[in-house]
């Protein structure tokens, strides 16, 4: 039961990404019908698409979690967790369905516009991919498990410092883009705040399986 539930998450989370990248295709084509591979120097978005861009984003995370929470009504920790593992599927795969149909990111130090909430995030490609790999092997694991992530005072002072430098990565990025296409990443920044986020992501992981050999070895010798 639990192995056909982790399967259904994950082809939800595939669908969701063809639907991004089919959105995406279209708004390339309209606003970029030259090369619908190279979106720099970035073009404005008009108001009202922009306003409809805003909150289908949105929408699609409001989608996630409520997924997640129809895959874990129960408990918080849990939902939370395989919130994030399809988060960070949706948007892998979303890459692997633009490379298919167009061709692009022809690697992965090519730079996308990542989100647009609440400001543009800027960042070669390489850069979202390594935290949805995070989010995705270390989220969905819970469902490999009947037990509870850990989510202490650790956990979120890890993970939030490491969230909050990596969005400060993509923030600082994006106002050197709109000057022309031309971007000094703060490398810097983003490796620290990636190395921070996949400590707070794995320790949780990790001491979550822990927890589950230890309280079985506990049941094995009470029944002994």
Known sequence: MRSKKLLYLILYGISMAFVEAAVVIYLR????????????????????DLKVELLRELSTLLMLWF?????????????????LGLWGLWDI???????????????????????????????????????ALV????????????????????????????SALGL????MANSAIYRGGQMAFPWWIFIAGIVLFVAGMCRSAILLFKRTDKI??????AQV
């Open 135 to 162: 989010m995705t092997f270390c989220g969905l694991s819970v469902e490999l498990t009947d037990r509870e992530p850990i989510m202490d005072a650790r956990f979120w002072l890890l993970v939030g410092s490491g």
């Open 67 to 83: 997924v997640s929470g129809l895959a874990e009504l129960k408990s918080f920790r849990r939902r939370f967790f395989v919130f």
């Open 216 to 221: 079985d070895e506990q049941q094995d010798r």
């Open 29 to 48: 084509e309209l606003y970029y019908p030259e090369n619908i591979r190279n979106i720099f120097p970035f073009k404005p978005i008009r108001s009202f």
């Open 168 to 171: 400060a990565a993509f923030i």
């Open 93 to 131: 795969v979303y890459y692997l369905w633009l490379n298919i149909f167009i061709g692009w990111p022809a690697s992965l130090l090519d730079v996308d516009v990542l989100f647009l909430i609440p400001v543009p995030w800027v960042a070669p490609v390489i850069c979202p991919i390594l935290y």
